[in-house]
Nanobody, 125 residues
Framework: QVQLVESGGGLVQAGDSLRLSCAAS????????MGWFRQAPGNEREFVAA????????YHADSVKGRFTISRDNAKNTVYLQMNSLKPEDTAVYYC??????????????????WGQGTQVTVSS
């Protein structure tokens, strides 16, 4: 079965950088989408970024555009989220997710059928 394992979270100060990793296993990842979402206490899960396994096309939420970058390493079945210029409002549990299709709906959580366990990112002011 598909397994997604996130790593790289931690406690940082505002303005710092972090790189999250999501290692995928359980099937061949050559198509479909991988996404990053986040959820802060009391808030709904929020889309952050997505990438196409096959083309490398990306889509970033406006709230992180210019600061966060999603990338992938097909050989390692791993997706990354480089987070720069972190702000306290970026504090959340970050989840990676795998979905079968790349398309207009990659920003919706319903487009993904496998989820990781999450990694905590805390940004202090």
């Amino acid at each position: 079965q598909v397994q997604l394992v996130e790593s790289g979270g931690g406690l940082v100060q505002a303005g710092d950088s972090l790189r999250l990793s999501c290692a995928a296993s359980g099937r061949t990842f050559s198509s479909g989408a991988m996404g990053w979402f986040r959820q802060a206490p009391g808030n709904e899960r929020e889309f952050v970024a997505a990438i196409s396994w096959s083309t490398g096309n990306t889509y970033h939420a406006d709230s992180v555009k210019g600061r966060f970058t999603i990338s992938r390493d097909n050989a390692k079945n791993t997706v990354y989220l480089q987070m720069n210029s972190l702000k306290p409002e970026d504090t959340a549990v970050y989840y990676c997710a795998a979905g079968p299709h790349w398309g207009p709906a990659v920003g919706a959580a319903s487009s993904y059928d496998h989820w990781g366990q999450g990694t905590q990112v805390t940004v202090s002011s």
